[in-house]
């Protein structure tokens, strides 16, 4: 039978200060890492906290959340109206944000505006925009029309 109170046990074990038993180190989380450091709780009794947690906190992290999201919404609108003011149309040089688009050439995932919509990283929006020419919206239907041939079938 093994003595809970010899120096060789007491390295192999913590006591968890929640659920008050002794439990191998591996089932305590790191405090600090750096320092080899351990929280008091162990990983069950820790997870079961957070979990309680979020549930009667619930309204105000979907609040935080929701909040945050229209920061990067925000963010992001902001930096495609920047970046619009900065270039011209390509084919007849407008350089009206509000009329210029997104002409992807090649290797469309989605719409530039709908990714930001949807709040992805900074870098997923510059990949995408870096496949796209600057168009006004005019150009940009005439580009698509002769490109699809939309009317090359109809009697004009």
């Keep these: 039978m093994r003595r809970y109170n010899s120096p060789k046990y007491n390295l192999c074990v913590k006591l968890c200060t929640h659920c008050l038993q ?11 890492k750096s320092k080899g450091i ?11 906290f957070i979990r309680n947690h979020y549930y009667n906190n619930r309204q105000y992290y979907l609040l935080k959340a929701k909040r945050r999201n229209e920061e990067i919404r925000t ?12 270039h011209a ?8 944000p ?6 992807h050439l090649k290797d469309k995932l989605i719409e530039v505006t709908r990714l930001v ?3 992805p990283s900074i870098d997923k929006v510059r990949n ?11 150009c940009h239907r005439r580009k698509t029309a ?5 009317y090359k079938n109809l009697p004009l």
């Design 22 to 32: 002794n439990k191998p180190l591996s089932d305590f989380n790191f405090k600090i």
């Design 38 to 48: 351990l929280h008091s709780h162990c990983k069950n009794c820790s997870r079961t």
């Design 75 to 86: 963010f992001l609108r902001r930096y495609l109206w920047n970046y619009l003011k900065k």
């Design 89 to 96: 149309c390509v084919d007849c040089g407008e350089t009206d």
């Design 98 to 103: 509000v009329v210029l688009e997104f002409d």
């Design 117 to 119: 919509r949807n709040g």
């Design 128 to 138: 995408e925009i870096e496949k796209c020419e600057i168009r006004c919206a005019n």
């Design 146 to 150: 002769i490109q699809f041939g939309w």
